[in-house]
T-cell receptor, first 118, second 113 residues
Framework: GAVVSQHPSRVICKSGTSVKIECRSL??????MFWYRQFPKQSLMLMAT?????????EQGVEKDKFLINHASLTLSTLTVTSAHPEDSSFYIC??????????????FGSGTQLSVL | EDQVTQSPEALRLQEGESSSLNCSYT??????LFWYRQDPGKGPEFLFT???AGEEKEKERLKATLTKKESFLHITAPKPEDSATYLC??????????????FGTGTQLKVEL
């Protein structure tokens, strides 16, 4: 089946630094990728939709200047948390749409990144 | 606004004790209902997609069913390795094109020997 690779799996950083998370589709070209955030025992919350070659679409309440998304190729999307603060600590998960499935497509998820900001 | 409610929040079963997880939903224009399994510290793993009421799908000890208001994930004779959080999500069209997934908060299942 389709595989989505996410890196790093865990990052600990100091407050004020920026952190970049990568999401790669390994065996298909993903025109659309999605970034989610998950707090403990809570649902996955969609942060933004990343479209290859165009600007990301952010969900209401998500700061686009804080969470920078770049989808420069059909197999790679990156999420950069700029000037991270402790409240940004969370589990970030990317997913990619396999276009071969048509509009009833399946989403394949990366393994997630646990961000801890000290 | 699309809503997905899963119950129970947590479920503890003995090995071999069958049970069902519930996912109730309200959505405009359902394009699919998805079940995922999520292990601690991992991303969700796809299990099933159901598209219309009356549809059923099976995979090993799991069987998913769908009505117009809810979906059930039946677990038959579970084993400890079935312990995980099971997530339900509905897919609906977005104004202007594309689809959006809305997730429930999941059911945390623990199967004990």
């Amino acid at each position: 089946g389709a595989v989505v690779s996410q890196h790093p799996s865990r990052v600990i950083c100091k407050s004020g630094t920026s952190v970049k998370i990568e999401c790669r589709s390994l065996d298909f070209q993903a025109t659309t990728m999605f970034w989610y955030r998950q707090f403990p025992k809570q649902s996955l919350m969609l942060m933004a939709t990343s479209n290859e070659g165009s600007k990301a679409t952010y969900e209401q309440g998500v700061e686009k200047d804080k969470f920078l998304i770049n989808h420069a190729s059909l197999t790679l999307s990156t999420l950069t948390v700029t000037s991270a603060h402790p409240e940004d600590s969370s589990f970030y998960i990317c997913s990619a749409r396999d276009p071969r499935g048509g509009w009833n497509e399946k989403l394949f998820f990366g393994s997630g990144t646990q961000l801890s900001v000290l | 606004e699309d809503q997905v409610t899963q119950s129970p929040e947590a479920l503890r079963l003995q090995e071999g004790e069958s049970s069902s997880l519930n996912c109730s939903y309200t959505v405009s224009g359902l394009r699919g209902l998805f079940w995922y399994r999520q292990d601690p510290g991992k991303g969700p793993e796809f299990l099933f997609t159901l598209y219309s009421a009356g549809e059923e799908k099976e995979k090993e000890r799991l069987k998913a069913t769908l009505t117009k208001k809810e979906s059930f994930l039946h677990i038959t004779a579970p084993k400890p390795e079935d312990s995980a959080t099971y997530l339900c999500a509905v897919q609906a069209p977005l104004t202007g094109g594309g689809n959006k997934l809305t997730f429930g908060t999941g059911t945390q299942l623990k199967v004990e020997l």
